[in-house]
């Protein structure tokens, strides 16, 4: 027997126990995501790794799942996901159909499938989604439960091509000016409470809100009784996977959310590719995807629609989140498309435990409030570094392409009032744990046409906007030029700006050692100057 033989046959003692399906199958999955998603990062960018299932599969209608609309089949989803987590792993299959159901638990080793024309709606009972301890906006805090959620969970996934409806319509309060007049008659006939032109879905929703300060944490409520009572503001994410490794979401779409829509917290090896969100363009909170203290995580191929920001990293707020400790590093976002969002891509304002080695390239924002908005204010702590982002094409901006914002104030984009005003008047504070700082961020090759402001730079007078360089940049059909205030070692290169009025396309104050096209200024005092690319 010769030697090529030999190894053949060995080839075939090995597979044939684990089944020559698995053999083929470990490796499509390891080549499922095309290496070109690595090209160009200028970090150590690790390859994430890809989870890996056995070649099992039940369907939900063998745990007696019925595509009814009417039948709620939470015990029979989470049966048919118990069954192969027990046997080690696999697929569990949500055929076409409209499933209707409470809250899914993603366990170890199982990839939830949904195949064409499936449809999982999740039931607007509050009393569906117990209250649990966990984090929100960046806060310990309390929460209704997730639709979708997993906890300490590795080796797990969504696929296919169903969409998941959150029932967030039920859940969310509405400002009566995010609607047109019949829109919002027909929302306070519907049912519910009207408090200072904002609808809430119950009194005990209205009573969460009054209760709550920062909306994170309601004070003074006190027993289980009353936590059950304002239940209803406690609106969870859709998706929230705490501590989990080697996470897939992919061809998935998942819609209508209470409130933020996926929320990967503290997940490492996490993968979305090819997913869609979609929630209303109204909804407070609406953020599509949140990453928060992940580590090594690709979001590519992706299609976003949200009511808040769209791709956002994260890493806990304020005291919680230094505590926490765990920044949000080694990010590819890639090829991704947002169609409406507070800010297209976003760094923060919860970045506490800070925020490095992220690779933004070749993404569309058409119509964002924002292209590309990085968010804080004192308080927060943390550090955002190591942040490049290229080949950005954007259109139909009302505000900034480009915003560093260290005064937010929790404002949508368009409720902001003169920010460049009020910054500029605050002195500078000693510098603490608490003080935010954005340095080393590198933008390059972005086009947009039609916007507001061009680009807006708005530094803390103790801890300016430090080492950003922004090259081959046009923005044309802007409202008005560049600002920059309060920051130190800005370069621009090759700048166009095209504005819709006369006026300068450059002005600055309040910072040091900034370079236009190689020529260098020192100082530039709060007086500022004006200057043209």
Not at 15 to 29: D, E, S
Not at 101 to 122: A, D, K, M, R
Not at 338 to 345: D, E, K, Q, T
Not at 418 to 424: L, M
Request: hydrophobic share 40%.
């Amino acid at each position: 027997m010769n030697t090529l033989l030999k190894n053949i046959l060995l080839l075939g003692a090995i597979c044939t126990p684990i089944l020559f399906g698995n053999c083929g199958k470990l490796q499509a999955q390891i080549n499922s995501i095309d290496e070109s998603v690595y090209n160009n990062v200028p970090f150590d960018m690790p390859r994430v790794k890809q989870p890996v299932f056995a070649d099992y599969s039940v369907s939900i209608v063998d745990f007696g799942a019925v595509s009814d609309g009417i039948t709620l089949n939470t015990e029979a989803i989470n049966k048919a996901i118990a069954h192969v987590h027990e046997k080690g792993g696999g697929k569990v299959i949500i055929p076409a159909g409209l499933w209707y159901t409470g809250p899914i638990q993603i366990l170890s080793n199982v990839n939830l499938y949904t195949e064409h024309n499936s449809l999982i709606l999740f039931t607007d009972d509050f009393d569906a989604y117990p209250i649990i301890e966990t984090s929100f906006e960046g806060l310990n805090t309390r929460r209704c439960q997730s639709p979708l959620w997993a906890n300490n969970a590795e080796n797990i996934a969504i696929t296919g091509y169903g969409v998941f409806d959150g029932a967030g319509d039920s859940w969310r309060p509405v400002k009566k000016n995010k609607m047109t007049n019949s829109q919002w008659s027909k929302l306070v006939k519907s049912g519910g409470v009207v408090d200072k032109d904002i609808w809430y879905p119950t009194p005990g929703a209205l009573k969460g809100a009054l209760a709550t300060k920062d909306f994170n944490n309601p004070e003074g409520i006190e027993t289980e009784a009353e936590w059950a009572e304002i239940r209803p503001w406690l609106r969870p994410v859709l998706l929230s996977f705490i501590n989990c490794k080697k996470v897939l979401l992919e061809g998935a779409t998942f819609k209508n959310s209470p409130s933020w829509c996926l929320h990967p917290l503290m997940c490492e090896d996490i993968t979305l590719n090819n997913v869609k969100v979609f929630n209303p363009w109204y909804l407070q909170n609406g953020d599509a995807l949140d990453l928060e203290s992940c580590k090594n995580a690709l979001v590519i191929n992706c299609l976003f629609d949200a009511g808040d920001d769209a791709i956002c990293i994260k890493s806990g707020k304020d005291k919680d989140g230094r505590e926490r400790g765990i920044p949000c590093e080694n990010v590819i976002a890639r090829n991704n498309v947002v169609l409406h969002g507070h800010g297209g891509f976003v760094v923060g304002s919860e970045m506490s435990g800070g925020v490095r080695n992220i690779y933004v390239a070749d993404c569309t924002f058409l119509g964002t409030d924002v292209g590309l908005r990085f968010k804080s204010t004192r308080g927060r702590g943390g550090v955002v570094e190591g942040i490049y982002i290229e080949n950005i094409q954007m259109i139909d901006i009302p505000n900034e392409p480009l915003l560093f914002d260290l005064f937010y104030g929790g404002k949508a984009p368009d409720e902001v009032t003169d920010d460049e005003k009020d910054a500029q008047e605050q002195p500078a504070i000693p510098v603490t744990e608490e003080t935010p700082a954005f340095r080393d961020i590198h933008i390059s090759n972005v086009n947009c046409k039609g916007s507001g402001r061009a680009m807006f730079f708005n530094g803390l007078p103790e801890m300016p906007i430090t080492n950003v360089t922004v090259k081959d940049v046009v923005i044309s059909d802007a409202a008005e030029g560049v600002v920059i205030s309060q920051a130190e070692g800005v370069v621009l290169e090759n700048i166009r700006i095209e504005t819709r009025k006369e006026g300068p396309g450059l002005r600055v104050r309040s910072s040091k050692n900034i370079r236009i096209d190689g020529n260098s200024y020192e100082t530039i005092d709060s007086k500022g100057t004006t200057m043209n690319f």
